[in-house]
């Protein structure tokens, strides 16, 4: 299987804060990797990293075969257009209908579209996200949960090889965040796409994750599949959420 990210030894730090330390992870072809960790760990500042937002300060990070911190600026927007950033707040224009906010990026990034192809792609994203509906609504109509979808949609619309998702089930009820899940497991599954999910939420990490990994103290020491890493006899796992508690949950 093939390897679209690859990281090693990367470093991070704000003045005196060392935010990753060595921290070392791939992620293959077809794969969801989440990665776990409490606030303020640095999972927001890896995906910046990965998507060229943020500068490394040592270390590698390859992202579809391509070292990112010796790309120069155009070469760097190039790659960006093969990663979809789903933001934590999803980042929708507010004066936008949702119809505008998914064009967008199309007549930014895509020269050359006819007014029906971008129709076309407008409607195939909404229709796979569950929302043809919502087409001509505004942002501010919507629910938090619909708002994920668009947010996801948009960067679907560009069809995108990685996704980079940023706590995409915050703030959502039970219900929402099952669903987000599914969306999420089915943009895998239909835009063959390869992905990593940053969450506080254990129901989405066992449900979306093909891989775990923690971060803990700037590197991923523990990685593996949900049960494997939640396994781990290391107290610093044992304490980091109550897994007993999600597993009492089934029951
Ligand atoms: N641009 C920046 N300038 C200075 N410090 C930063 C910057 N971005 C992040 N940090 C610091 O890096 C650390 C890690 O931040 P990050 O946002 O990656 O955490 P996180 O694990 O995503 O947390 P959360 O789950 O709360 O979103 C924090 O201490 C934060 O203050």
Do not use: W
């Not at 794969?31 to 990293?49: A, D, Y």
């Amino acid at each position: 299987m093939n390897k679209v990210i690859e990281i090693e030894h990367l470093y991070k730090a704000f003045g005196d804060r060392k935010v990753l330390i060595d921290a070392n992870l791939d992620v293959y072809e077809s794969e969801n990797m989440v990665v776990l960790g409490r606030s303020g760990t640095g999972k927001s500042v890896l995906i910046k990293i990965i998507a060229g937002i943020l500068p490394a300060d040592k270390g590698s990070v390859k992202v579809l075969g391509q070292e990112v911190t010796q790309l120069n600026k155009k070469e760097m927007n190039e790659l960006r257009l093969k990663i979809g950033f789903s933001f934590q707040n999803s980042a929708l224009y507010d004066s936008m209908t949702v119809r505008e906010n998914l064009e967008f990026p199309l007549v930014r990034n895509v020269r050359n579209m006819s007014r029906g192809e971008i129709n076309k792609a407008v409607h195939k994203v909404l229709d796979s996200v569950g929302l043809l509906k919502s087409i001509d609504q505004m942002p501010s109509e919507l629910s938090g949960g619909q708002k994920k979808r668009i947010g996801i949609a948009r960067t679907l619309i560009m069809n995108p090889t990685i996704m980079l998702y940023d706590e995409p089930t915050a703030g959502l009820d039970p219900i929402t965040c099952m669903e987000i899940n599914q969306l999420i497991n089915e943009v895998k599954e239909n835009y063959k796409t390869s992905s990593i999910i940053i969450t506080h939420d254990l129901t989405c990490a066992k449900e979306t994750g093909d891989r775990v990994a923690v971060l803990f103290d700037g590197n991923f020491k523990f990685q593996g599949t949900f049960d494997e890493v939640f396994k781990d006899p290391d107290p610093r796992i044992k304490n980091f959420y109550d897994y007993n508690f999600i597993e009492n949950q089934k029951k």
